[in-house]
């Protein structure tokens, strides 16, 4: 019954928001975007007869934006993954079912639990002509553990990286790491042109050099990009496009109007609302591809308001929240809830379990009433108006057990200063993880010694960290999914991220003038992730 009210309270809150303007609220009646698939695992599937040689428009809500320029091992964020990902490949990949597959590593063997062999493919060659090697591989890796990124933590405890034939690379780990093939799959462990590097020929921050089947031509921050194909690529023979423009349009509306007047071919659209907005263009599809990413509340321990060092308030934060009420309101029932290890994932633990889904409210209220009601901020930036629907549903939720929130809307570099700079300015704030392709990755978040950004708003606990440590040590199986249902409760309970609902994209292309090859899921952001197979006219 209480959670009943809730939603029916946020639904009132948000179908005002939406007629005063304030942001654009989904409702109860906007229509589901479709996740219907065209074949087992795919989204859409190519159709190989489509016209092709055409330039291929797609846009995107932003752009490449890292420290380390184009580096790629330096990058941080899903966008950065999926565009430099296009010119870099890796010795791994995912395939349609999240399962690790082959990449530049056509192979490889595992004579224990800690040591990888891989033999590698023989016509990968750089987009300078020159053919990949081992030493490549070797120097590549051995590079992102020397100059550590927020990826390498991520690859786990390695011990050794070596060339152990003209084909072949061995690593070595420390103690046993279950991820350490899914880490391997993304754009930061792409394999780089080391020899190039070490001799001075090329700068990476400033130049892609990769195996990838596609080569940047030309790029203005923030505004576009253009790709030529890779003519060493194996696959560019059979390309089924001219050349690739990826404009960066950050309004979701104007990306929208691109796919109705024809000057985009495709475009990720990120709001459920778009399916709406499009419903009525010509040879349009709008679609939604599911993902273990999921957004998280952030509840600031270390230099939030004094109220938020305690367990017991930042829990009844947490059981206040609704997660069906934003599936609902913010979704349009499209997605669901989930603990840290990404909902869906094998081994993955069950959301509805955990602590705060079968507490009392009434519980809640009464910690918020004996520290005599408590008035918080909850930052949200604007690029992902998402999170401003999230936030409102939550300002309901909460101003039940007697927290008064107070939305601030920031743009990214103001959020990211004030979320992650030291010391940390906020009491809340929302935003979302990659949930990649093993359970066990996003958990190492949690630990803010591992994590790093974490560390100036949480402060985590051995106990804590001993569960992510069991989780990705442990192979996929019965008690790995035990260790993982300890971990999410604990996690829950200790409230200082909060899992809410996992994050969809919505994505559409024009069927006039493109057609794609999509996955019905992904984990790393990267819905080009099969380039290779789209056709334009």
Known sequence: MLRAAR???????????????????????????????????????????FDSGGELVVQVDYDTAEASG???????????????????????????????????ATSWETPSDTEYVFTLADDAVFSNGRAMTA?????????????PTTWTGQLGPVASVEKTGDLEVTVTLSEPYAPFLAALANTPAAVLPMAEIEAGEVDITQQMLGTGPLVATAHRQDEEWTFEPNEHHPDAGSLGFSSLRIDIVGDEATRAAGLRDGSADF???????????????????????????????????????????????????NSAIDRDAINELAFGGSTGASGITPAGLPDSCAPDGLPSATSDAADAKAVIDEIGGLELDLLVYTDEPVLAQIAQVMLQNLAEIGVTVSIEQLDYATYSDRVYGDPSDFDLALSWFAGYADPAMVTTWWNPGVAGFSSVYMSGSDELNEL?????????????AGVFSELCALADEQSEMIPLVL????????????SPTLTTDEGYGDFLRHITEFRAG
């Open 70 to 104: 184009l580096d790629p091992q330096g990058a941080a964020t899903a966008r950065s993954w999926m565009i430099e990902g296009l010119s870099y490949e890796t010795l791994t990949t995912i395939d349609e079912d999240l399962a690790v597959a082959p990449s530049l």
């Open 7 to 49: 939603a029916g309270a946020a639904i009132v809150a948000v179908a005002a928001l939406a007629l005063t303007g304030c942001a654009a609220g989904a409702d109860s009646s906007s229509p589901p975007v479709s996740q219907a698939e065209a074949a087992p695992g795919f989204l859409a599937v190519a159709d190989e007869s």
């Open 503 to 514: 994050r969809p994209s919505t994505i559409a292309w024009n069927t006039a003038s493109v």
């Open 135 to 147: 030493d490549d591989v070797v120097g590549s890796l051995q590079r992102l553990l020397d100059n």
């Open 468 to 480: 992510i440590a069991a989780g990705y040590t442990t192979e996929p199986g019965d008690e790995r």
């Open 267 to 317: 475009a990720v659209l990120n709001s459920a609302d778009s399916a709406e907005l499009l419903s009525n263009a010509a040879d349009v599809t709008v679609a939604g591809q599911k993902n273990t990413d999921y957004h998280y509340l952030m509840i600031n321990s270390v230099s939030g308001d004094e109220a938020l060092q305690d367990e017991a308030v930042r829990f009844a934060i």
